[in-house]
């Protein structure tokens, strides 16, 4: 059996061939990478800009149950936790990576681009770059909203209780109440008479009740504070 001689030019024209298919490859995964980014800049800046649309057109059979809320449900649980449900445009913290994922999948996944979104965050997370359990939702109409991501650090386990003083008036009150008790309990008796009575007690009582109800009124007016119920989805003072 005789051998085929090797045709250095034959081989030439192969390799060159091969090397120019492999160049195809790269530029290929060039303008697929090149296409990602410049997608990804476009999600960003509509994250950044003033919502649109008030609903996105999803494809309801493809949805979580689980990651749809009620404006209501929302509502609840800012008011609950002092914290701010906004405009993404408002948001100052960084959005990672996986949120952009999710907001291309939905997009690929329901064949259409995201518009309206909006973000659970606490009040600082509108002024400052901070990582507090901020949620990524878009809105779905008649109140609902499909919730993308979350991301950051979970809420101290006390918030709740910290955010219930800043509910209403009333639980301002009832606070400034127990904690001017607390700090009567505190004083020694006999540190004002040497024969400390009941009256003397009550007199003790309101004198810490004026003296602390100074200092809240002095903290929420000066500071320009406010009530969850009065600041969970407000634009104005979004530094408090």
């Known amino acids: ?35 990602d980014r410049f997608r990804e800049s476009g999600i960003i800046k509509t ?21 749809i809320f009620h404006i209501k449900q929302i509502e609840k649980i800012c008011i609950d936790y002092r914290l701010r449900f906004l405009d993404t445009k408002y948001f100052k913290g960084k959005y990672p990576q996986q949120a952009l994922d999710n ?33 990524l939702f878009a809105p779905m109409g008649n109140g609902y909203y499909y919730l993308i991501h979350k991301w950051g650090n979970d809420l101290n386990p006390f918030r709740k209780q910290w955010a219930w003083s800043f509910k209403s008036f009333e639980n301002l009150i009832v606070t400034t ?22 009256s003397q007690d009550v007199m003790v009582f309101f004198f810490m009740f004026k003296s602390i109800g100074a200092i809240v009124l002095f903290y929420a007016f000066a500071l320009g504070k406010n009530f969850n119920k009065a600041i969970w989805n407000s634009t104005y003072d979004k530094t408090r």
């Not at 090797?6 to 530029?27: F, G, M, P, V, W």
């Not at 950044?48 to 949805?63: A, Q, V």
């Not at 995201?114 to 606490?122: C, S």
């Open 103 to 135: 907001i291309k999948y939905l997009e690929n996944t329901h064949n259409t681009e995201l518009d309206g979104f909006k973000i659970i965050a606490p009040s600082k997370m509108f002024v400052l770059e901070k990582a507090d359990d901020p949620l």
């Open 177 to 198: 109440l127990l904690i001017s008790l607390v700090a009567t309990m505190l004083i020694p008796d006999g540190l004002f008479t040497k024969n400390q009575d009941l």
């Open 47 to 67: 994250l950044n800009s003033p919502s649109g649309s008030g609903y996105n057109e999803f494809n309801i059979d493809l949805l979580a149950t689980e990651n």
């Open 1 to 35: 059996m005789l051998l085929t001689r090797t045709n250095i030019h034959d081989k030439l024209l192969r390799e060159r061939s091969k090397s120019e298919q492999e160049q195809d490859i790269l530029a290929q995964v060039e303008a697929i990478f090149t296409q």
